[in-house]
């Protein structure tokens, strides 16, 4: 199984910023589609964020839009998740997976996550 991992959480006043990275020590991120997911306390994992294969195309989770940012960097094999204006219901477990797909279930390789939290 491919291994993911993330890193960058951390807490935040609401308003603040925070920036996700993800990479991998076994496969090239940039030869696939890439997601990111997140939990929040008590809910089903949700999709926030995806970029395809070719690294142009990004597609943005509605409540996210406008906020948050996903980028890759092929040289350091690694991708990242700008998040600015962070809010309180933006706080959960941040998780990066492979692929992109239309249904959550079919998500099948993500990392451990990284702990956000957004309080005042």
């Known amino acids: 199984e491919v291994q993911l991992v993330e890193s960058g959480g951390g807490s935040v006043q609401p308003g603040g910023s925070l920036t996700l990275s993800c990479t991998s020590s076994r496969f090239d991120l940039s030869k696939t589609a890439m997601s990111w997911l997140r939990q929040a306390p008590g809910k089903g994992l949700e999709w926030v964020s995806a970029i395809a294969y070719d690294g142009v195309n990004k597609y943005y989770e509605k409540f996210v839009k406008g906020r948050f940012t996903m980028s890759r960097d092929s040289s350091k094999n690694t991708m990242y998740l700008q998040m600015n204006n962070l809010q309180p219901e933006d706080t959960a477990v941040y998780y990066c997976?492979?692929?992109?797909?239309?249904?959550?279930?079919?998500?099948?390789?993500w990392g451990r996550g990284t702990q956000v939290t957004v309080s005042s």
């Open positions: 997976a492979e692929g992109y797909y239309s249904i959550i279930q079919d998500y099948f390789n």
